[in-house]
């Protein structure tokens, strides 16, 4: 089955730190540049970060550069998103995805694959 799984969203305290995976099954990765999106309540989604299909190039939104960092491990077909120095505006569902072309990474409707989401509450 072709599939994303996010896992790891919790519920930390402001200031604390998480890490958050993606794992890939029935695709691999590696053909993929994979994305980190975020849905807050009453919000659009946005895009969080973004690595290139070998790790080469990456990008974060402005909001989040210092304190998450975007990764992958093609031989374990997973992608990851560290969290540190957490702040309450973080609070949404994450969602990872795969796109073919990096020109796409910010246009959802040219994404092969979403997964269902984790969420992530930051609060004390």
């Known amino acids: 089955q072709v599939q994303l799984v996010e896992s790891g969203g919790d519920l930390v305290q402001p200031g604390g730190s998480l890490r958050i995976s993606c794992a890939a099954s029935?695709?691999?990765?590696?053909?993929?540049?994979m994305t980190w999106f975020r849905q807050a309540p009453g919000k659009e989604r946005e895009l969080v970060a973004a690595?290139?299909?070998?790790?080469?190039?990456?990008t974060h939104v402005d909001s989040v550069k210092g304190r998450f960092t975007i990764a992958r491990d093609n031989a374990k077909n997973t992608v990851y998103l560290q969290m540190n120095s957490l702040k309450p505006e973080d609070t949404a569902v994450y969602y990872c995805?795969?796109?073919?072309?990096?020109?796409?990474?910010?246009?959802?409707?040219?994404?092969?694959?979403w997964g269902p989401g984790t969420q992530v509450t930051v609060s004390s």
């Open positions: 995805g795969a796109v073919a072309k990096w020109s796409d990474i910010r246009t959802m409707e040219k994404y092969y694959l």
């Open positions: 690595i290139e299909n070998y790790g080469a190039g990456r």
């Open positions: 029935g695709f691999t990765i590696k053909t993929y540049h």
